[in-house]
């Protein structure tokens, strides 16, 4: 309360609680209010003021967030939001899976966005009375690798032997495409467009395959049909055409396995895969099946059946995030970089994603295979600098080396070569075949002996690898390299297995004979000629190959082994399938007493050292016609050299030079070109005069004493 005398006036200043404000001051003193200021008029008497307050509405505000705001294709999450101010109404908008619509919570809420594939912006605005807010969120989608994927389809699968048919490719995201097998040239490369292709006429049962790549994806596509020929007209295998619709899914999704049999197949019963897919009788006609969810790349196969035979199919399911190809790494580490001399230390390697590891260089037998884990080497004693070196790989054909040089006072560095050999595999079937591969240190040369057909002789001091050809006793395959220092050798054995001796169909047969000719000059000869090229030569490499049997083989593939020290130029066919220097051509059917010759030019490189062997080792493999497999080898070998300065008779000052004739004295004594018969007749003219002049001419011929002729 407040006393004032008769007539006067008086104040008050009008203060509203937090989340209120001033609504009307009144009462029975009269006055007036300014902001919250309020003046009473003049008071005669007793008199009472009263204030009045109502509580203030803001503006809503929304928050979103985002359990995982950053995910790869595929993936999902959950959005979340919360509210201020109690707004009356939440609308979303944008996002996925059903989020846009009015009917969000005014308080706090969340929503599950289902599967995402590509960046979403999800939206949402809450509003009163007062006013509204709006807030937005960005999950962002990291795009997948594509992987390639290809359809392969014959307009007939099955014909009268003579007749002929189309194969048509389609590919998705693929940069590259090769074909094999096939017949009439199928093996080639392809188009990424897609295309159709003519058989030709067709005797035999023939499959054409096609795989296709792309730069982004680590996972090639591959797919393959048979055409079937009657040659009878009898009744013959179904084909089942089992499919995949997707090939590739990503870890939880699904596809449907479809397929439609041709033949008249009388039953059809599923093998692997999964939901129940194995074990069970399917329908001879067309069906379907769901997969269900995967996890893991999938196989599912199906065999239908006649009275003609049985035909089994697989068809793959490819589940990405799951058996990711990566490279392999490794470190190495020494626990003492700097020793005095005589002292020790520890080397520690790290492998990650390796199959195998080969160390080289070191110390204390350092050099050689070596565990693919975490593991440690005691370097012994040492008395100079010495480096350690590791080189690890997988199956995917990535490697990577490391090394750590252990530094022992003041002393020079050990240059002493190392040398460390393995094989693929070290033990084959009869008859199998294997690669061996060496890795050197501080080398300057390196010479191989043992082993089989083409190994000895001088070697590249690496790192390297040699094709052994088919084996069928256990060998031992040893490399020693050397430098100014000293030599160090090391030697791997491949055992051969017993040999399995299987009984085939006596009719009809097959017999394949496989010649080889290495030739610096000629086309194609059936013997080995002029095998001394030069740095810097092109030489001609034939295989000639007959079937002499009395039924046709099929599958036919030849493998040639190209020596590191030759460029490939090119080859008759002009298609093999090139990785470094081996080549594959694939050959098709070869009929009863059929024959074919394969042709490849290569280039001797240059500074190639004297005395170098070349060994051009080739495999034929194919499929006798009682249905096993077979295969042939032949080799040839070439050594490097250089010739000798040409000699030159001098005749009255007059030089001729017989160096162009020098093939008089080699494999090619006769000229097979009208040009070679002349200068031929021309050298036995002028070889008569020089004869005539010397017995009845009395001018005396001169021989240059730095030149010695002879006459054969």
Wanted: aromatic share 10%; net charge neutral; proline share 5%.
């Amino acid at each position: 309360s407040t006393v004032v005398n008769s007539g006067g006036i008086t104040s008050f200043t009008i203060s509203a609680n937090t989340g209120y404000s001033i609504s009307s001051v009144t009462g029975s003193c009269g006055g007036n209010l300014s902001g919250n200021i309020y003046t009473t008029n003049p008071i005669y008497s007793n008199c009472t003021v009263y204030a009045s307050f109502s509580s203030i509405t803001f503006a809503p505000t929304v928050i979103l967030s985002a359990d995982n705001q950053n995910l790869t294709s595929g993936g999902n999450t959950t959005v979340r939001w919360s509210t201020t101010n109690n707004p009356t109404s939440c609308t979303a908008s944008g996002g996925t899976n059903g989020w846009a619509g009015n009917n969000k919570s005014t308080s706090n809420g969340s929503f599950y966005t289902g599967t995402l594939y590509s960046t979403t912006t999800y939206y949402m605005t809450c509003s009163n009375s007062v006013g509204q807010s709006t807030d937005s969120i960005i999950i962002t989608v990291s795009q997948q690798a594509q992987n390639p994927s290809v359809t392969l389809t014959a307009g007939s699968t099955n014909i009268t032997s003579g007749n002929s048919t189309y194969i048509t490719w389609t590919p998705y995201n693929a940069t590259s495409c090769s074909a094999s097998g096939g017949s009439n040239g199928w093996s080639d490369y392809k188009s990424i467009n897609g295309g159709s292709f003519p058989t030709g006429a067709l005797y035999n049962n023939t499959t054409y395959s096609i795989t296709c790549y792309n730069s982004s994806s680590t996972i090639p596509a591959y797919a393959s049909v048979t055409v079937y020929v009657n040659n009878n007209n009898y009744n013959i295998p179904p084909i089942i055409n089992l499919t995949a619709n997707p090939t590739y899914v990503t870890s939880g999704g699904s596809s449907y396995i479809s397929w439609n049999p041709t033949n008249n197949p009388t039953y059809c019963t599923a093998s692997n895969g999964s939901n129940y897919w194995s074990g069970t009788t399917r329908s001879t006609y067309s069906g379907s099946f769901p997969t269900g969810a995967l996890y893991t790349t999938t196989v599912y196969t199906m065999t239908c059946g006649n009275s003609a035979g049985a035909t089994t199919e697989s068809v793959t399911v490819n589940v990405s995030n799951q058996n990711t190809y990566l490279q392999p790494s490794v470190s190495i580490t020494a626990d003492r970089t700097n020793i005095s001399s005589g002292e020790n230390t520890i080397v520690r390697w790290y492998p990650i994603n390796a199959t195998s590891c080969y160390a080289s260089g070191g110390s204390n037998n350092w050099a050689g295979t070596k565990s693919i884990y975490s593991n440690s080497f005691n370097t012994g004693t040492l008395s100079y600098s010495t480096t350690y070196t590791i080189s690890c790989s997988n199956y995917n054909s990535g490697s990577d080396t490391k090394s750590v040089t252990v530094i022992v006072g003041s002393q020079q560095n050990n240059n002493q070569p190392t040398v460390a050999i393995a094989t693929d595999e070290e033990s084959v079937p009869y008859n199998g075949t294997t690669f061996v591969r060496w890795y050197t240190a501080n080398a300057t040369s390196c010479h191989a002996s043992g082993g089989s057909s083409g190994w000895v002789g001088t070697k590249s001091i690496g790192p390297g690898s040699f094709y052994t050809g088919s084996l069928t006793t256990n060998k031992t395959y040893t490399l020693t390299c050397t430098n100014n220092f000293g030599s160090a050798s090391d030697s791997t054995t491949v055992s051969v297995r017993a040999q399995t001796i299987n009984n085939p169909k006596p009719t009809p047969t097959s017999l394949v004979l496989i010649t080889s000719s290495v030739d610096r000059n000629q086309p194609i000869v059936p013997t080995i000629d002029n095998t001394r090229p030069k740095p810097g030569d092109e030489i001609n490499y034939t295989v000639n190959y007959q079937n002499i049997g009395t039924g046709a083989i099929t599958n036919l593939t030849l493998r040639m082994d190209l020596p590191y020290e030759v460029n490939y130029m090119f080859s008759t066919p002009n298609n093999p399938n090139k990785s470094g220097n081996t080549l594959i051509f694939n050959l098709g059917t070869l009929k009863a007493n059929g024959q074919g010759t394969v042709t490849v030019r290569v280039k001797v490189r240059d500074n190639i050292p004297a005395g170098t062997n070349l060994n051009f080792p080739a495999t034929l493999s194919y499929t006798d016609p009682s249905g096993f497999p077979q295969s042939v080898n032949a080799n040839v070998s070439a050594q490097v050299w250089n010739e000798p300065t040409p000699t030159t008779v001098i005749e009255d000052n007059n030089t001729i030079q017989l160096g162009a004739l020098a093939f008089l004295g080699g494999a090619n004594f006769f000229p097979n070109t009208l040009l070679g018969w002349l200068l031929i007749i021309l050298f036995i003219v002028l070889l008569v005069l020089a004869i005539k002049k010397a017995y009845y001419n009395p001018e005396t011929t001169t021989i240059s004493k730095k030149t010695t002729t002879t006459h054969s």
